[in-house]
């Protein structure tokens, strides 16, 4: 049994938890706060046996093969690395780091110490989206895709009103490109691969993060406009446009209903069933890789390739 410790006492982590008690052979042994009575209430909410507050005791713990990483993106970097130096497995929440150079010192302490790294990037182990490659020839010759993730955050009240939410906090790593324009991104690189070139353009708030944005991204024969937004609502579906027709999908972040037109024939509509927690994929998968089998070096490398265009457009 492969039994995790979660850093972070936030609602993801609550999902995490669900998704974990969906895959047999996974488990959570305890729940990581800052704060002691905090991680005690977070584990007994999340139904974990026990809660530790001494981080250093956490990475010394043999009982602990995995750490789930849920805190805010600028402290990912040195948690996972004093995870992965104490030899846990770490499953960390996207975007997985701030900056590519990170990333490959992370890589790099996995390998040296035999342990799985995989960033929680849902729709990249998705099957909605593992559907839309296959449909991708129907169009035709590729011309455009156009990606979307804009939904107005709850939290875009607290800037409203003064306040510096972590998530709209650039100092954390926050703001609309990391949070959900990473799922435009991941799609990408997903269907399509890395572009030639990259421009991008945001609309920053007064906090500094960006409350909004658009990259345009060039390819042979094609572009790719990605839209993302954590101000304006409500999502608008992305499209693929080829010569011969055009694949509409409700949600790049968790495909479910794909409309497919070709040209002169009627719509047709593809319905994914995809798991009860958007998140169950992505645990099956680190699970698969701590098993054994396969190695994480094609999930690293669209991480790479997606911190990459991230700081092209930051
Ligand atoms: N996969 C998804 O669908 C999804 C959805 C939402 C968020 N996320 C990702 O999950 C991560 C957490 O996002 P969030 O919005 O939940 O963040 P958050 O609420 O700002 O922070 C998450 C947790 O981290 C700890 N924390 C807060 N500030 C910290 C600091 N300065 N240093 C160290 N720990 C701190 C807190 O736990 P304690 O105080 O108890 O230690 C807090 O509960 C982000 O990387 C985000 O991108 C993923």
Redesign the pocket.
Known sequence: MLTFATV?????TEVFADAVSRVPEVRIGTAY???AV?AAAFAEKIGAPASASDWAGLLANAAVDAIYV????R??ASQAAQALAAGKHVLV???AVTEVADWDELVALSKRHGVVLLE?I?NRFDPGLAKVRELLPEVGTLRRLTLRYEKRSSRYDQVLAGETP??FNPE?GGGALR?LGIYCISALIALVGEPESVVAASVPLRTGADGLGTLLASYPGFLADLHYSKITSPDQPSVIQGEDGTLVIDAIDAPRTLTLTRSGAASSTITIAGPANP?ESEVHRFAALVAGGDTADADQAATRAALGLIATAS
Request: avoid cysteine; charge should be positive; glycine fraction near 4%.
């Open positions: 972070g006492t936030s609602q993801i706060s800052r704060h905090r849920a805190s805010p993106n402290v990912h929440e996207k975007p929680a849902r972590n998530i954390l949070d998140m």
